[in-house]
């Protein structure tokens, strides 16, 4: 059987360009295996084959990743891979996220396997684990030794179309899939009652249908004093002024928006309207107030029920848009708002 | 990005939002259920003036869980 062709991408580092002075270097082609491809190779024997390797600069990468990411698949193309390979990249923040997007892009576009490695720690890893095989590796290149076998391990299973187990037994990190499976020895009534002696006993068990784990914050203290607050609204309802004007994403917003209401005392449809897709915006569009309530709250602060209404609101849109991004949208709002003496927020969603 | 406001700002958060139980998974402490996902703070089949009655319920609703105490997740 003729060798599975295999691209392996890699950093400039690994690529053995340079360290941080070449980090800024554009994506070339080189063939055959490079670096950490050379042992990868050595690992794959005959069945699989790095035909090329594509090594690009992480910095480059990360603050140009949507045009580094085309040059990259261009390069890549130019191989007609089977496989992708990328890293691994321990825990490299950078390089992580360059391998995540790399695998990503590369599924996407080319629809094949694509597998790379990382520590579970890496940013890059909860970014991408939905969309590539992520190896769990350690968080140095002194563990290269363990996470070369590893990787190859499972490129081969993959590669010889063998059936794959649970991510705890082929190594890779859980892409939040479910299978159902036979169990032919124990029925789930048992099995569930076992769990829960274990649990009772504080013995370690696994579930079979774990939950994603959101963490928790601490609920801050009450505002005091409403007559003095000052309340600042946020939205993820997508209300922007008319036209849209920082072209706010329907879904998967890239960016959140700023918007200052010093005097407006009303929404109106002339004046404001949603970028939310998935929903119906006729309502939103004839009247915004209906999910950003400026009317009710400038006529409160009129009255004195609340101190005043913070003259700048923000806005993006909740639709598809993943956890992380909401976070970072909000870090950077919650920036913002820290240095306007804000007593409390009220964040509307759809 | 309410937990996320809220830890950033280090003031009291209340999420105003038609799907609930998204709030109460993803963590936000202060919930205020709205009314339906097209117009979370309002009623199109209502005149304008009880419309914005019912707007005007559910920011009161919504100041009422920022004046509030809360240890723990709490539905107003």
Redesign the interface.
Same mark, same amino acid.
């Given at each position: 059987m003729a060798a599975v062709r295999a691209v392996h991408y890699l950093n400039q580092f690994f690529g053995q360009i340079g360290g941080e002075d070449k980090a800024d270097i554009t994506p070339f082609q080189k063939d055959g295996p490079v670096g950490p491809g050379t042992a990868l190779q050595k690992a794959f024997g005959d069945e699989i084959e790095i035909v090329g390797t594509v090594i690009c600069g992480d910095t480059y990468f990360n603050e140009n990743i949507e045009t580094a990411t085309t040059e990259i698949m261009e390069l890549i193309a130019g191989y007609q891979p089977q496989m992708l390979i990328a890293g691994p990249a321990f825990n490299a923040g950078r390089y992580g996220v360059a391998c995540g997007a790399v695998c990503a892009a590369a599924a996407e576009k080319f629809a094949i396997p694509v597998i790379t490695g990382m520590y579970e720690e890496n940013p890059g890893a909860d970014l991408y684990r939905k969309q590539a095989y992520i190896v769990r590796t350690g968080d140095s290149a002194a563990k290269m030794r363990t996470a070369i076998p590893a990787m190859s391990k499972l490129a081969l299973k993959i590669a010889r179309g063998e059936e794959l187990g649970t991510p705890a037994d082929e190594g890779y990190l859980e892409q939040g899939l479910r299978f159902n499976t036979m169990h032919h020895t124990e029925r789930g009534s048992s099995r569930a009652v076992a769990m829960l002696l274990k649990k009772l006993k504080g013995e370690p068990y696994q579930s079979e249908y774990p939950m994603p784990s959101?963490?928790?914050?601490t609920?801050?203290? !009450?505002?005091?004093d *409403?007559k003095k !607050?000052k $309340?600042a609204l946020?939205t993820?309802?997508g209300i922007v002024p008319k036209g849209n004007p920082d072209r706010i994403e329907a879904s998967s917003a890239s960016h959140f928006g700023r918007y200052d209401i010093t005097g407006i005392e009303d929404l109106t449809e002339d004046t404001f309207e949603t970028a939310h897709g998935g =929903? %119906?915006?006729? =309502? !939103?569009n004839?009247?915004a107030?209906?999910?950003?309530?400026i009317?009710?709250?400038r /006529?409160?602060e009129k009255e004195g029920? $609340?101190g005043s209404l913070h003259n700048v609101y923000y806005a993006?849109v909740g639709n598809g848009t993943s956890?992380a991004n &909401? /976070?970072k =949208? &909000?870090?950077a709002?919650?920036?913002e *708002? @820290?240095e306007e003496n804000? %007593?409390?927020?009220?964040?509307? @969603?759809? | 990005m309410v937990k996320e406001l809220e830890e950033t700002v280090n003031v009291p958060v209340v999420h105003i939002c038609t799907i609930v139980p998204i709030s109460l998974t993803v963590g936000a402490n202060r919930i205020v259920p709205a009314v339906a996902i097209p117009h979370p703070l309002g009623n199109p089949t209502l005149q304008s003036a009880e419309e914005k009655e019912l707007r005007r319920s559910l920011v009161e609703k919504a100041l009422q869980a920022l004046t509030t105490e809360v240890n723990e997740q709490t539905q107003f």
């Open positions: 959101f963490s928790r914050v609920p801050r203290p !009450a505002i005091k *409403l !607050a $309340i946020v993820s309802g =929903y %119906d915006p006729v =309502y !939103a004839l009247d107030d209906r999910v950003l309530p009317d009710v709250l /006529q409160m029920v $609340i993006t956890v &909401a /976070q =949208y &909000a870090h709002i919650g920036l *708002l @820290s804000i %007593d409390g927020i009220i964040l509307t @969603s759809t | -």
